[in-house]
């Protein structure tokens, strides 16, 4: 996820590195570089010129102090102007209702039923709510069942009336979702290839009857500027309060994301960044600014762990990592968690200066992790808890017990010396961050 425009952004900032002061003609290579890679991102060429424009006028008007050096002060700007381009606070959800009437819409193949599933977990586990999704979706083949299904993978209830009128089934949703405490009514609606107008009665129908708090158009970020065109058009019939934007976790150019807000006024409240039903994140327009800078976004780092780790535990870890008692117990049970996290890959991207270091690029084997558990679960718990004891016999019986080589028991002890001293680095405040 903008893992390309990230790239060019940095090389154009790189451009004004070492300069004494900002001038206009040092700063033309770099807006120039930036307007290209905004451009080849697929951002729409208004959204460009408006953001390259601001950008040079505002740094030929700063003034460069002594203890800052001008590439920071640029990177500074760059990031305050791309969060104000990608709406500059978070868009909460407007939970008022009871229960609050959630619509969500959007063309066939956005995402839109896996969506409203994500949404419901994402609202049971984040904000401790008890959802109901609506299976409203009366014309697409299996569309019904696919809801049923996801509501059953999750344990959370699906109300569905077959192919009922969806006016009839949400007022008998309400009914059902006020009976049972209910604290969000979660509609799936009925999805087109295209914009048409049956479908837009029946939306505008379905919203001027119940007035639901939000109407959330689910949009396929691969589908490039024409995703503008898809957002004016339901917006226009309906009253949209947010956007969830799906397929971020691929190889999409983004851009979509970068054009929304300016150009419709309607806000990113999530972003879908991976295909497992927990792949649903609220959308930070600061943090996405820091992923693009090559930042990285410890926060949504913390809440993903935060939701495998209590926060006792992740104190106890803190303190040892700090002391240095860190050890194999430790690290097995952390490799347990990280695989509820999702691909690891994923969340290696979100560390600061990722790309700088090649971190994004790297892929985590499945494999390999099972790999590593095997060699720690080889050995003895008294070997887990004093690493150091580990000399040439041992290791051979661990490897010999694991079915790995000598050779992969030597590489994860020192992998696991490095990750020590990072770890410790970081409980320490000694990493830097790069602005």
């Keep these: 996820m903008f893992e390309y425009l990230g790239d060019r952004l940095s090389n154009a900032i790189k451009n004004i590195s070492g300069m004494g002061r900002i001038t206009e003609e040092n700063i033309n290579d770099a807006i120039r570089e930036i307007r290209l890679a905004l451009l080849e991102a697929d951002v729409n060429y208004q ?26 002060l640029f990177i500074k700007l760059v990031k305050d102007e791309l969060i104000s381009l990608l709406g500059g606070d978070e868009a909460p959800l407007n ?89 969000y009514v979660i509609i799936d609606t009925a999805g087109r290839l295209q914009i048409d107008e049956k479908l837009m009665d029946e939306l505008k129908s379905i919203e001027s009857t119940y007035k639901p708090q939000e109407v959330i158009l689910v949009i396929d ?58 792949g649903l994140s609220k959308f930070y327009p600061t943090r996405m600014a820091e992923r693009i800078l090559d930042m990285g976004d410890i926060m949504g780092i913390a809440e993903k762990v935060e939701d495998i780790i209590s926060e ?25 968690q990280i695989k509820k996290l999702g691909p690891l890959e994923n969340i290696i991207k979100m560390l600061p200066q990722a790309r700088k270091m090649g971190l994004d690029k790297v892929e985590v084997d499945p494999k390999q992790m099972a790999h590593v558990e095997a060699i720690i679960q080889s050995m003895t718990p008294y070997e887990r808890k004093h690493p150091e004891v580990l000399k040439a016999s041992r290791k051979k019986r661990i490897a010999s017990g694991s079915g790995r080589s000598v050779e992969e028991v030597n590489r994860l002890l020192e992998q696991f010396e490095q990750m020590k001293k990072m770890m410790k680095m970081f409980s320490n405040g000694n990493m830097k961050m790069p602005f």
Excluded: W
């Design 47 to 72: 959204v460009v010129k408006s953001f390259t424009d601001s950008v040079k006028e505002k740094a030929l008007g700063m003034e460069v102090q002594k203890n800052i050096r001008p590439d920071e």
């Design 312 to 336: 006792d535990e992740a104190k106890n870890e803190a303190i040892k990592m700090k002391q240095g008692k860190y050890d194999f117990e430790d690290f097995l049970k952390n490799i347990k």
């Design 95 to 183: 939970t008022k209702g009871n229960p609050a009437l959630l619509m969500l819409v959007g063309l066939q193949g956005s995402g839109k039923t896996t969506s409203a599933g994500k949404l419901a977990n994402y609202l049971r586990k984040k904000e401790t709510k008890k959802p109901l999704l609506v299976a409203c979706d009366i014309y697409r083949p299996a569309a019904i069942d696919q809801l049923k299904e996801l509501g059953k993978q999750l344990q959370i209830p699906v109300y569905e009336e077959g192919k009922n009128s969806p006016v009839d089934i949400i007022s008998h949703a309400l009914d059902y979702a006020k009976e049972n405490n209910n604290d």
């Design 221 to 278: 970020a691969m589908m490039g500027q024409d995703a503008i065109n898809v957002i004016n058009g339901f917006n226009e019939a309906l009253n949209l309060t947010g956007c969830i934007v799906t397929k971020l976790d691929g190889n999409t150019k983004g851009g979509v994301a970068l054009s929304i807000r300016q150009l419709t006024n309607v806000p990113i409240k999530f972003v879908g960044d991976s295909e497992k039903l927990d």
